[in-house]
């Protein structure tokens, strides 16, 4: 055999090396917009606290749970309140860490702004991964499919954020409330939770996060670094709860056995 075919013998039968992931994932908010007591991660949806739902949806990308060459995540880090959480939230964490043994499970406190604890969930990781994510417990049909693409694609690229195309027409308002302009919705992409970034990155997203800069999200802090970002499309099911009304809509898609109907 020809040293080129060996070399491409070896190439084809070479194992596919997955990226693995470390996830911050959000369950600290207060919820104010969604005026009830109780912050609305702990709202019960389809029998389950809300923010159950994506955090078993996240550790379930595990090693071994998908196809060659998905991401695995090895390590999740969930944010709470600094108040504490409710009995509930408590037994379903217990529960999922159950169904999840591959994956290592810590909690951290978090910050005054969404930005203090996103940087809080990255110092508590200890995990050596390929990629980190981060997600708002708020979205909890998040597509594992697109999350997967999103980890190959920031573990290739440096930076990756689910985004859903704009089918509406979007307008640009000037401070008197008028129309400035009409934008070209082609061009338009709704930001969604999770976002993901090389580990390399990790530090440097920490310490803009932490600064008196404003960032709305950890896109956004990347590109104030100079690291591309791409958009990688997803369902406008992986919607985010801000309102009663959300909730309800989250719970219509919720078939008969406590499953995302299709």
């Known amino acids: ?7 491409s013998s070896a190439s084809s039968s070479a194992p596919v090396t997955q990226p693995s992931a470390c996830a911050v994932i959000l369950c600290g908010g207060s919820g104010t917009r969604f ?3 109780t912050p ?17 949806r996240i550790a379930g990308i595990a090693s071994g749970a998908g196809h060659a060459g998905q991401a695995a995540i090895i390590e999740v880090v969930l944010v709470l309140p600094e108040a504490g959480i409710p009995h509930v939230a408590e037994r379903e964490i217990i529960d999922i860490e159950g169904r999840h043994p591959e994956v290592r499970f810590s909690r951290t406190i ?3 702004r969404r930005q203090d604890s996103v940087a809080a969930g990255l110092a508590a990781l200890t995990s050596r991964c390929d990629v980190v994510l981060v997600h708002d417990s708020a979205r909890p049909f998040l597509p594992v499919e697109a999350v997967e693409n999103l980890i190959a694609e920031a573990h290739a690229t440096g930076g990756a954020l689910l985004a859903c195309p704009a089918t509406d027409t979007i307008k640009q308002a000037d401070e008197q409330g008028r129309v400035a302009a009409t934008l070209d919705r082609r061009t338009i992409w709704m930001a969604q939770t999770p976002q993901a970034f090389r580990a ?14 404003e960032f709305t999200d950890e896109a956004a802090a990347l590109e104030a670094l100079g690291v591309g970002v791409r958009l990688i499309p997803s369902p406008a099911t992986n919607l985010k709860i801000t309102t009663p009304e959300d909730l ?5 898609m919720i078939d008969d056995d406590g499953q995302i109907a299709p």
Do not use: H, I
């Open 200 to 213: 390399e990155y990790l530090n440097a997203v920490a310490d803009l996060l932490r600064s008196e800069r």
């Open 1 to 7: 055999m020809s040293d080129a075919s060996q070399s």
């Open 248 to 252: 309800r809509r989250a719970a219509a």
């Open 110 to 112: 978090g910050g005054a």
């Open 40 to 56: 609305k991660q702990f709202e019960l949806l389809g029998g389950r606290p809300l923010f159950a739902w994506s955090v078993d």
């Open 35 to 37: 005026g009830a007591a």
